[in-house]
């Protein structure tokens, strides 16, 4: 539907850091409670993050200390802050519309130990 897409994704290794963005339309993004799932292969989809439109923020306890969840609303954009990576952090990971369903098409992101 191309309402939300992710960009970010990528290859790094243990240790390493990347940031991955959500881009919204502003219609969706305003008021809007956002999430960030991961799925990993022979998984279910499992919530990693999420944050209110107040900027209240609620972590799995797997990132918790490591991962950082933001948003930008002038940009209508949410982040997705990931340091000290694990190899089992590799995942597609999605951002998620807490009011209308929305999905985007996910972007992976693969740790190497």
């Known amino acids: 539907q191309g309402q939300l897409v992710e960009s970010g994704g990528d290859l790094v290794q243990a240790g390493g850091s990347l940031r991955l963005s959500c881009a919204a339309s502003?219609?969706?993004?305003?008021?809007?409670?956002m999430d960030w799932y991961r799925q990993a292969p022979g998984k279910q989809r499992e919530l990693v993050a999420r944050?209110?439109?107040?900027?209240?923020?609620n972590y799995a306890d797997s990132v918790k200390g490591r991962f950082t969840i933001s948003r930008d609303d002038d940009k209508s954009t949410m982040y997705l802050q990931m340091n000290s990576l694990k190899p089992e952090d590799t995942a597609v990971y999605y951002c998620?519309?807490?009011?209308?369903?929305?999905w985007g098409q996910g972007t992976q992101v693969t740790v190497s130990s």
């Open positions: 944050i209110t439109s107040g900027g209240r923020t």
């Open positions: 998620h519309d807490m009011l209308y369903g929305y």
């Open positions: 502003g219609s969706i993004f305003a008021s809007n409670i």
